[in-house]
């Protein structure tokens, strides 16, 4: 009897779905967030800013992963009053289920976000050709998309994103609420790292040396941040 084998060839066929946006030029529009106070993109632009735009929607699992680098990064730029303006905007959610998605995922101190129902943030989706969550896109001054999709994306590479186009960091003043801010540092001495424990989390940790200049800043976007120190001088601070 003969032994046939049979070599079966699989194909695989991969696809790739875009999230960046199909436009090069940005398309007005007004949305509503969720204190009731309206945006509208060509107002931001006439003004000078910058526009970074998040696409999203409240049920998609990377968009609650990246949700708080982008509140992080938010707070690093002046809450917007500064050179940029941070917007999220959901794709299909109501009120209330993304009120429910901005408590968990992104942080004490979120930019303005737009539920897609009661926002009409669903609308800017459709606009702009969003088809995969979430899609980060940068818009200059003259209306013209010149990130269409930040991806990968943290909150390192959006700060070098932005800072790549000139736009330069502020101290967030805008509805500043007091609060007690309790933390710990350890170890002390420290050689290489230095932890903190923060219960504030959007809170700007700073590291001072003795003739007043900050030496490194970041914000705290978890109860425990790190400060690598391996690079500074033996000394107090």
Known sequence: MKKITLILSAITLSFAVSAQTSL???????????????HTLFDYLDDGKHVCIDFFAYWCGPCSELADDFSA??????????????????????????????????????????????????????????????????????GVIVEQDIWPMDQDILDNTLQGHGLNYMTCTNDVEEAVVEFAVYPVPANDMVNVKINETGATVELINLIGSTVISTVATDVNTQLDVSALNAGSY
């Open 24 to 38: 090069t030029n940005a398309v007005d529009f007004t949305v509503t967030d969720l204190n009731g106070n309206e």
């Open 73 to 142: 990064n938010y707070n690093m730029y002046g809450c917007n009053e500064g050179e940029v303006i941070f917007l999220s905007v959901e794709y299909e959610g109501t009120d209330s289920q993304v009120h429910d998605f901005e408590q968990s995922f992104s942080g004490s101190n979120p930019a303005p976000v737009a539920s897609g129902v009661e926002g009409n943030a669903g609308a800017v989706h459709s606009a702009y050709g969003i088809v995969a969550f979430p899609t980060f896109i940068l818009i200059n001054p003259d």
